[in-house]
């Protein structure tokens, strides 16, 4: 049981590069989530999903792009990097109880540079 | 904008208990109340939630207000590796979904 699985761990990505965070969860949960924080800050909700083929914006969803085609997966796409996207990535999972996320279990992070 | 109010930070003797205090004047009658600590660079950890009653598990006690405006998280004997950030959290309003938004938290300093 693996939990969640965040890749890569470390990113350097040129300005206006495009890329895909890979998140994988083997604990059947249908709840993903996509945080980004910025050095000293708390985490911001980027996107998320309640099941597959569902998904929403949360507080910062601009410049990045997801899709939930299975249960597992949660991948986030930058279109075009800016300075501004360097930041720690985290996804996270969860079930559901009574429409409600049970509790959240984290990623390990990936950690984006972007110059 | 998260919908908790907590200190930015505390400190807490080892061995003794910290009480994490969180405002949450707004929240709604089927909303629960979450939290999650945050231990240097690494990625939260969920700790404990509950709606209106009070809580307990191996990490800590969850005590909520009758009013729900407000709760208390207990760690009965604080260790050094629970120096962290705690964040409360209440589920931003809406049916079917998880948007869940971290505040500022509180960074707990345990000092031996």
């Known amino acids: 049981n693996a939990g969640v699985t965040q890749t890569p761990k470390f990113q350097v990505l040129k300005t206006g590069q495009s890329m895909t965070l890979q998140c994988a969860q083997d604990?059947?949960?249908?709840?993903m989530s996509w945080y980004r924080q910025d050095p000293g800050m708390g985490l911001r909700l980027i996107h998320y999903?309640?099941?597959?083929?569902?998904?929403d914006q949360g507080e910062v969803p601009n410049g990045y792009n997801v899709s939930r085609s299975t249960t597992e997966d949660f991948p986030l796409r930058l279109l075009s990097a800016a300075p501004s996207q360097t930041s720690v990535y985290f996804c996270?999972?969860?079930?559901?109880?009574?429409?409600?996320?049970?509790?959240?279990?984290f990623g390990s992070g990936t950690r984006l540079t972007v110059v | 904008d998260a919908k908790t109010t907590q200190p930015p930070s505390m400190d807490c003797a080892e061995g003794r208990a910290a009480n994490l205090p969180c405002n949450h004047s707004t929240i709604s009658g089927n909303e629960y109340v979450y939290w999650y600590r945050q231990i240097h660079s690494q990625g939260p950890q969920y700790i404990i939630h509950?709606?209106?009653n009070n809580e307990t598990n191996e990490m800590a006690s969850l005590i909520i207000t009758e009013d729900r405006k407000s709760s208390t998280l207990i760690l009965p004997h604080a260790t050094l590796r629970d120096t962290a950030v705690y964040y409360c959290?209440?589920?931003?309003?809406?049916?079917?979904?998880?948007?869940?938004?971290f505040g500022a938290g509180t960074r707990l300093t345990v000092k031996p």
């Open positions: 959290i209440v589920r931003v309003e809406g049916d079917n979904n998880n948007d869940m938004r």
């Open positions: 509950g709606l209106k």
């Open positions: 999903s309640v099941g597959a083929g569902i998904t």
């Open positions: 996270a999972s969860s079930y559901s109880m009574f429409g409600q996320p049970y509790g959240y279990t």
């Open positions: 604990m059947n949960h249908e709840y």
